[in-house]
């Protein structure tokens, strides 16, 4: 069974820096684009950032320049480096990834981390 596993949130003072991990296991046959998502209190989930096995990264705009999205390939996993965090960037953060397994080809969602950003 395919599974992510998401590590790496936390609470940090404006100005600071987090780095989540997201890990996929299972039986895994190819890994196509991941992504993180985050969701705050009473907002839809959005995209944050988004990276495919080739070709260019894509970023929300309040997040550009902050935050770096990057994959180990050989480890199935992506990161998230938030720089210069900010009050607003509070919210639970989702990695997800288009996967291949043994089952077929499905979207998976990791459990989700909170980040919190303190003033």
């Known amino acids: 069974q395919v599974q992510l596993v998401t590590s790496g949130g936390g609470l940090v003072q404006a100005g600071g820096s987090l780095r989540l991990s997201c890990a996929a296991s299972g039986r895994i046959f190819s890994i196509f684009a991941m992504g993180w998502y985050r969701q705050a209190p009473g907002k839809q989930r959005e995209l944050v950032a988004q990276?495919?096995?080739?070709?260019?990264?894509d970023y929300e705009d309040s997040v550009k320049g902050r935050f770096t999205i990057s994959r180990d390939n050989a480890n199935n996993t992506v990161y998230l480096q938030m720089n210069s965090l900010k009050p607003e960037d509070t919210a639970v953060y989702y990695c997800?990834?288009?996967?291949?397994?043994?089952?077929?080809?499905?979207?998976?969602w990791g459990q989700g981390t909170q980040v919190t950003v303190s003033p």
């Open positions: 997800n990834a288009d996967i291949r397994g043994h089952l077929g080809r499905y979207i998976y």
């Open positions: 990276i495919p096995t080739g070709g260019t990264t």
